[in-house]
């Protein structure tokens, strides 16, 4: 394999065991393995996939926080010819149990217990059929396997029949099932492929400046692309080191440059403001700190001149993209504008088609708005069993339709100026409206409710709702977040109620949100 470019996962980690033998790949808690290290753990775990009756064409997913062991499971069960499903940390039953019983996960791996939340409890009644193994990273739990017992039954399977498997997966086959949510608020599944991710991300790699030896500290979340195929892929792609981070502690952040030599710390508008808050940052040790990678977030040109003046990075680059385009699509460049980094998006990559249409589908000039398209290799060939939604958003030319509003400038960047989906973004967590009223709806003392999102000087956009109360009901503000705590994650939760009369709408009944995103209707 490492004669040609790699075309899967699989076979990019086989490939960096040759060319970085010497170099740490991966570094946890008392742990440490080096590229060819690295690919030996990972073929134990795919022995213990293949011992657990995972075939090609399965789905298996990860419920569990970043950790060593995340990135050793999910690169076993693509070996074994498995898809990925990576499961947000903070969902709650119904979200979780929706999306095991949509990709029909035959194997869940997961944790015993996370910042109290323990995810077997949660689905415990949840009908799924299809799910015949659990397996723990770590944690007790007497429904689920050890992963130390799991591995152990791997040897039941020889190395040889291993090989022979990952050497049988393809570039056509999936890598991965990722999920996001459309206008309807039903969640969508999207498929990539091995070599669509590959194919996006030795793009990205380069225009980053991603390189050989970098220590990379992953805060973002290994269920989201920013984490995983952003993160710990593209370090396997590069050489770099690995060092996974489970939650976000500023403190230990902060610790962790000085002592580790951290050299890449990407992360979102919050990251970066929560690092230059912390009334005891000039107490550690920053030097290392190279290359900050964002977006996800608006961003302020004053937070980019304190990247580099306070915090000291020589390169900053932000970039726009999708879950449907395996994550990515434009990027900026080091050595661009602070102005320009916070204010644009940058370019597309190379080999793949970004434009601006209008409501005729015609591609406008620079400083034109409109929606933005993009068509490539790396957009998904399909949502997971849907192929009314993939019909909609993907035309007969290929282009992804994204329901984003932007332009072009003079010197190609891209502006995102507008979510035609209503979408907002909240410490790079996508919020979608209708997702969120959906859920609201289920409470009986709301009777009609719109969310929004508004500015928020840390997390970017935070949800505000604007509801109508149930007639002979008087829920308060502070009734209604704490409802929506216990029905959906933390990051979908809106931080404000409004209690209005009426909402805004329109003769045919649809409710006008632009008059609520104007700042003389909201609270002061």
Not at 49 to 77: E, K, M, Q, T
Not at 362 to 381: F, Q
Not at 478 to 505: G, H, Q, Y
Request: hydrophobic content about 40%; overall charge negative; proline content about 7%.
């Amino acid at each position: 394999m490492s004669g040609s470019r790699p075309s899967t996962i699989p076979a990019l980690v086989h490939d960096a065991a040759i060319r970085y033998p010497q170099t740490v790949a991966l570094e946890g808690d008392d742990c440490s393995w080096t590229f060819p290290e690295l690919a030996d753990a990972c073929l134990a775990s795919t022995r213990a996939f293949i011992a657990a009756g995972i075939n090609p064409g399965d789905r298996v997913a990860i419920w569990a926080p970043n950790s060593p062991r995340w990135i050793i499971a999910a690169v076993g069960l693509q070996s074994a010819g498995a898809a990925l499903v990576p499961m947000n940390t903070r969902f709650k039953r119904d979200e979780a149990a929706d999306i095991l019983s949509r990709t029909k996960a035959s194997l869940l791996v997961t944790v015993g217990d996370f910042l109290g939340t323990r995810y077997l409890d949660l689905i415990s009644d949840a009908p799924l059929p299809a799910l015949e193994h659990r397996v723990l990273l770590d944690g007790a739990d007497e429904r689920a396997q050890p992963w130390e017992e799991f591995l152990d039954a791997g040897e039941h399977v020889s190395a040889d029949e291993a090989r022979a498997r990952t050497e049988s997966i393809g570039p056509d086959d999936l890598a991965d099932i990722m999920f996001t949510s459309g206008t309807t608020g039903r969640p969508k599944g999207v498929t990539i492929t091995h070599g669509q991710n590959l194919f996006a991300y030795e793009r990205w790699t380069d225009a980053v400046g991603l390189c050989h030896g970098d220590r990379y500290l992953i805060v973002n979340p290994f269920f989201h692309a920013f984490g995983y195929k952003a993160g710990w892929m593209a370090c396997i792609m590069r050489g770099c080191t690995i060092l996974p981070e489970p939650v976000l502690d500023v403190d230990r952040v902060l610790r962790r440059v000085g002592e580790e030599k951290v050299s890449v710390l990407p992360g979102t508008p919050a990251l970066y403001e929560s690092l230059l808050m912390h009334p005891d940052r000039s107490r550690y040790d920053l030097q290392s700190l190279r290359l900050a990678i964002t977006g996800g977030a608006a961003i302020a040109p004053e937070l980019i001149h304190r990247v580099y003046d306070e915090l000291g990075f020589d390169t900053a680059v932000t970039g726009y993209g999708l879950t449907e385009t395996a994550g990515v699509a434009t990027q900026n460049r080091a050595g661009t504008s602070p102005e320009t980094i916070a204010l644009t998006s940058g370019p597309p990559l190379p080999d793949i088609d970004v434009i601006a249409v209008d409501s005729s589908g015609c591609e406008l000039g620079p400083g034109e708005s409109g929606e933005i398209m993009v068509r490539g290799p790396n957009v998904t060939r399909a949502f997971l069993d849907d192929p009314e939604a993939t019909a909609d958003a993907i035309d007969s030319e290929g282009w992804l339709h994204t329901g984003d509003i932007g332009f072009f400038d003079a010197d190609g960047n891209i502006h995102i100026t507008d979510r035609l989906k209503d979408m907002y973004i909240m410490g790079g967590f996508n919020c979608y409206p209708a997702e969120i009223e959906g859920i609201m709806y289920e409470m009986p003392e709301i009777a009609q409710v719109a969310v929004i999102g508004v500015p928020d000087k840390r997390m970017g956009e935070v949800g505000m709702a604007f509801v109508v109360a149930t007639p002979g009901t008087s829920p308060s503000a502070s009734d209604i977040i704490a409802w929506c705590r216990e029905k959906m994650s933390n990051f979908k939760v809106p931080r404000s109620v409004e209690f209005v009369e009426s909402l805004p709408t329109t003769a045919s009944g649809k409710i006008q949100k632009h008059l609520l995103q104007d700042p003389s209707d909201l609270p002061g």
